[in-house]
């Protein structure tokens, strides 16, 4: 899941995009609300989360300008102000959760996970393909029972492809929904990644179900014959 942080104190947009890089989601930062709204306009991103008092625009001024044509994507707001009628205001204008300075970052982390159910409240907690099962409650890979040691990338690429096992998946597509937009797309370590995955699968089920159909994408598919999906 791809995240845009807009904050402009800097130490803690630096500690929250580090720690939810180490959960493993695609993080942008921005400083001031101008930033965050070209960021806006130019990524896309499954939750934003959005400090009030912001340099050149602040965050209710952001906020109301993204809600002006989009009501789909997710926004915690964030703020050292505790008066109830910055929350209303917040909420009224299209905030979809707040949370007031100083927090505990696994408080954001459960919000931000909450959220995130609620805009992809069609995946299951559980991912099924062929013999691999992905667990979005547990963070988990298992092949016939086994679990399958994987990084944080290796498992949101995993879990991206598994979400929409249906179509093929172009490395534009998993870039800008797995790596934050400073992910060069023609850089070799992508495709290290995937590879990675690719080989750690195989070496479970003997077989690959990643396939690469040239000059298109990604696609998983099953092994047929075998009685496996």
Not at 25 to 34: F, H, K, Q, R
Not at 133 to 148: D, H, P, Q, R, Y
Request: overall charge negative; some cysteine.
């Amino acid at each position: 899941m791809k995240v845009l942080i807009v904050e402009d104190e800097t130490d803690l947009r630096a500690t929250l995009a580090e720690g939810l890089r180490l959960s493993g989601y695609a993080v942008d930062e921005a400083e001031d609300g101008d930033q965050a709204l070209f960021l806006y306009e130019t990524e896309g991103y499954d939750l934003i989360i959005l400090d009030i008092n912001l340099p050149k625009r602040n965050g209710f001024s952001v906020l109301e300008r993204i809600r002006q044509s989009d009501l789909e994507t997710k926004i915690l707001m964030l703020s050292a102000r505790s008066q109830v009628e910055d929350k209303i205001k917040g909420l009224d204008v299209g905030a979809n959760d707040y949370l007031t300075k100083p927090f505990d970052f696994n408080e954001l982390e459960a919000r931000i996970r909450n959220l995130l159910r609620r805009q992809f409240i069609q995946e299951p907690e559980e991912l099924c393909f062929d013999k691999v099962v992905l667990s979005t409650a547990k963070n988990e890979v298992t092949i016939s029972g086994t679990i399958l040691k994987l990084t944080k990338k290796e498992f949101s690429i995993l879990r991206y492809l598994m979400t929409n096992s249906t179509k093929v998946i172009s490395q534009e597509e998993l870039i800008s929904h797995v790596w934050d937009s400073g992910a060069n797309p023609f850089s070799h370590s992508i495709r290290v990644h995937i590879a990675s995955l690719r080989k750690k699968l195989k070496e479970q089920l003997g077989y690959d179900i990643i396939v690469t159909k040239v000059g298109v994408g990604y696609v998983l598919e099953a092994r047929a014959g075998d009685g496996n999906g």
